[in-house]
């Protein structure tokens, strides 16, 4: 595969789907699809327990791509 190096997150939009880096003022949204049960009922991942923890967590997410760390996606 070849090897991706954005200096910007792209953003990919269509009728139906925004694919773009997540930000702070996603962490309301963020938190409650984290939080779920429905939709962690088969995803192993630590549940955080408070809206500030889901903007810490975006906030290294962010941190991670920057450091080309790793790639990443919110669908909204």
């Given at each position: 595969?070849?090897?991706f190096s954005?200096?910007?997150f792209p953003e990919?939009?269509?009728n139906r789907l925004i694919l773009r880096l997540p930000h702070f003022g996603d962490s309301k949204s963020m938190y409650h699809k984290r939080t779920n049960k429905k939709i962690n009922k088969l995803i192993s991942r630590?549940?955080?327990?408070s809206i500030a923890?889901?903007?810490k967590f975006?906030?290294?997410?962010?941190n991670r791509f920057d450091n080309?760390?790793?790639f990443k996606i919110k669908i909204a």
């Open positions: 595969m070849g090897k954005f200096k910007h990919l939009i269509t630590k549940i955080p327990q923890e889901t903007t975006i906030d290294e997410l962010n080309s760390i790793i």
